[in-house]
């Protein structure tokens, strides 16, 4: 039994031993384990080349189980220094409960726009804890070929692309639109908060929810509804049974035009399609000089208020915040952008497509996530509802509307 | 002499009831004792550790039945359950019956190849059976616009599976589908029971085919028909992978194929964006359990008692 006792020991003091535990180290906890080779093979070293003393160690789990262990692994106080983050609720309970150390006095932070804070501040922006790492974009990925085919040019303005979808329908070969409602979550998110933004005026429309000032059933948003409504028209038959990998299969397979999506399906399109694809922003209103692009911030990063280095930590998050890493990250993952302030270059083309709309257009966050995405039920799961129900023909755009504005004011006070 | 107390009973009940308490009684109760709580579930400060929760009496009853944001949910979930069931009752049990009936004839060649192959599905993964259905009735990739076209009848295909109308009664037909070997197996077990005398009498007294089947045999099954009806009744309204996995938790078209299980998941474990909200869902969860409970009373009192069982 001593023996057993004694050997437990030692194979547990190895255990730890293992563990890199001399000071100077920075542990990065992550679920992004798709990114490991670019972090350690691009950004880490290249980090380096400016720090050689802190060494970092990038240390991912499965995604699917990345919220209950990092939960477990704060509570515990064995989880590394640097915490990757998603963002708003969930990350803010962390730092509600006294995990995550906030990074007011962190120098960088001025790389980037509110906006991109916002996911990792709390509600009355006095505080932040977390570097903002990531977004990704919306937009429409189209066929090239198809487009050369029958001669189509890109829309700009919603009557043009009405028009290139209703040429598209009658030439008959191909699906104009790749996309279903069986998938809600799809039509809502690649829908509504794809095309939304020129509706509601990117953040001052957000921020319109917000404070109460805006209702879902003012006439922008019934005219969204309707509009979406007329996406139907354009759909694949039988499209209220069409999954997401449907609609993905559609488009790579070279049977659909035009892919209403975002930015994060550029790695395996471009693996998985064998013609030549690019996109276009969301078409804006008819006569708005204004464009508004919807990019979601996706990725943080926050520090463990328990870090065992938090200096170098520190070190390490103001890195993060130069145009070094945005331009390495913006490379070695590509359709995730980063969400500083700096132009970078990038080299995969349709990926700089969807940058290069920045320029030109302002940008927003998906506008039920901040705050109101909080409540029981929350506004994304109705705008998952009420979206498909118009797309579907069984809700009508005021009544999508109304029971859009009816469930914010059952529990969020600004629109009692 | 006294009689000794029988302290063997105990030892050998001991072990069973103490695992069935420990891991059925025990969650159970503490499932109720939970719904009666209240949790924040966004620690609102520092101090607040979140997940303090607070007694609020039947208040999550009253919010599931009354407020509409829980009882719309609630009321349609338990409507669709109502229906998955009647369902499976009026459709799964006669062909069942009548799938026993032939393969209970002592004529039938392949008897043995055909109840194999009509209970496979019943042995086959849920995942799997909801994958192959999702493709199968896909508006894409699917076959029923083939078929169809084969009689010229093209035009009658419909998304069964995203359509509001359609959509619950497609889910249930592939449950039927997939699970009709089962009651298949306990008729067909039952009729084999029925002894050879009670039917060479029925035969000496001049009754054949049907009338001996309905006059004879079917009143011997009732009982197992009955437990049937009661087993589909528990099974449906725990109903829960099927729609996992056909139609996600979303249980779509609007909430169309939302049964007790999918809804209880939702509220418990929380989706997309919606942190799950644990007291609720055991609520939910008291609730399910008891209208399996009411209904596996009245079968106890008012079918099993009264029916009459013949020895044999």
């Known amino acids: 039994m001593k023996k057993l006792i004694s050997s437990l020991l030692i194979s547990f003091g190895f255990l730890f031993t293992t563990l890199p535990a001399f000071s100077g180290t920075v542990i990065i906890e992550s679920w992004r384990n798709d990114d490991a080779d670019a972090w350690n093979n691009k950004i880490i070293p290249a980090f380096n080349e400016k720090y050689p003393d802190i060494e970092v160690v990038f240390q991912a789990t499965i995604p699917a189980q990345y919220s209950a262990s990092i939960s477990a692994k704060l509570e515990g106080g064995n989880a590394g220094d640097l915490i990757t983050l998603i963002p708003f609720d969930a990350s803010l309970k962390l730092y509600n409960r006294g995990w995550l150390a906030s990074l007011n006095d962190l120098g960088g932070l001025d790389n980037y726009p509110q906006v991109a804070k916002d996911a990792w501040s709390t509600d009355d922006q006095s505080n932040i804890f977390g570097v903002p790492m990531a977004s990704v974009s919306h937009g429409f ?78 006439s922008h948003y019934v005219e969204l509804f309707e509009t979406l409504g007329k996406w139907s028209e354009y759909m694949a038959d039988g499209y209220q049974a069409q999954t997401y990998p449907d609609s993905q299969n559609l488009f790579t397979l070279g049977m659909a035009a035009i892919y209403p999506t975002g930015s994060w399906e550029i790695f395996t399109f471009s693996q998985n399609a064998d013609f030549e694809f690019s996109a276009f922003a969301p078409p804006v209103r008819d006569g708005q000089a204004n464009c508004f692009i919807d990019d979601h911030t996706d990725i943080g990063i926050g520090l463990n208020s328990a870090a065992k280095n938090p200096e170098e930590a520190k070190v390490f998050l103001e890195w993060l915040t130069g145009a070094e890493f945005a331009e390495i990250f913006a490379n070695e993952v590509p359709g995730f952008f980063p969400l500083h302030t700096h132009s970078i270059a990038v080299n995969d083309p349709v990926a700089n497509e969807f940058i290069s709309w920045k320029d030109t257009c302002d940008t927003t966050i998906r506008n039920s996530y901040h705050i109101v995405g909080r409540g029981e039920p929350n506004l994304e799961s109705v705008l998952y509802e009420v979206v498909s129900g118009v797309v579907n023909g069984t809700v009508t755009p005021t009544e999508a509307a109304e029971r859009a504005e009816a469930s914010l004011a059952n529990w969020y006070e600004p629109h009692q | 002499m006294k009689k000794k107390f029988p302290t063997h009973i105990i030892v050998f009940l001991f072990p069973a009831c103490f695992i069935y308490s420990i891991f059925m009684i025990l969650p159970l109760l503490d499932t109720m004792r939970v719904s009666l709580y209240t949790q924040n579930l966004l620690g609102e400060n520092m101090d607040d550790s979140s997940g303090v929760r607070t007694f609020i009496g039947l208040r999550n009853y009253y919010d599931l039945f009354y407020n509409e944001n829980w009882s719309w949910h609630f009321w349609n979930a338990l409507k669709n359950n109502f229906y998955f069931f009647v369902l499976h009752v009026s459709v799964q049990t006669p062909i069942g019956l009548v799938i026993a009936a032939f393969l209970s004839n002592k004529d039938l060649k392949l008897k043995n190849t055909y109840r194999t192959l009509i209970f496979l599905p ?20 699917g076959i029923p616009q083939t078929v169809l076209g084969l ?11 995203g359509l509001k109308s359609s959509a619950l009664i497609t889910v249930s037909l592939i449950s039927i589908w997939q699970f009709v070997g089962i009651p298949m197996m306990l008729f067909y077990a039952a009729l084999l029971n029925i002894p050879e005398e009670i039917l060479d009498a029925a035969k000496v007294d001049g009754s054949t085919g049907m009338n001996t ?60 964006h919606q942190l799950g909200n644990p007291t609720m869902g055991a609520t939910v969860a008291s609730t399910t359990f008891a209208i399996i409970l009411i209904g596996v009373i009245i079968y106890l009192y008012a079918f099993q008692r009264r029916i009459t069982r013949y020895q044999y």
């Open chain 2, 122 to 141: 019943a042995m086959m993964s849920i995942v799997i059976v909801g994958y192959i259905f999702n493709l199968m009735l896909s508006n894409l990739w």
């Open chain 2, 213 to 272: 089947f309905w006059r004879i045999k079917f009143p011997l099954i009732l009982p197992t028909i009955g437990l049937m009806c009661i087993l589909t009744y528990v099974g449906n309204f725990n109903a829960f992978d099927l729609i996992y996995a056909i139609k996600n938790i979303y249980a779509g078209p609007e909430f169309s194929t939302d049964l007790m299980g999918t809804f209880f998941y939702r509220t418990f474990f929380g989706y997309q």
């Open chain 1, 141 to 218: 990925m189209y066929n090239k070929e198809i487009f050369d085919e029958l001669g189509l040019s890109i829309p700009k303005t919603e009557s043009e692309f009405f028009a290139v979808l209703e040429k598209i329908k009658s030439d008959g070969n191909y699906t104009p639109l790749a996309i279903g409602t069986a998938d809600t979550w799809a039509i809502s998110t690649m829908g509504f908060q794809n095309i939304g933004p020129n509706y509601w005026e990117g953040e001052k429309g957000r921020k319109g929810i917000l404070t109460g000032d805006e209702k879902f059933t003012d």
């Open chain 2, 151 to 161: 009689f010229g009848l093209e035009s009658l295909y419909q998304p069964w599976l």
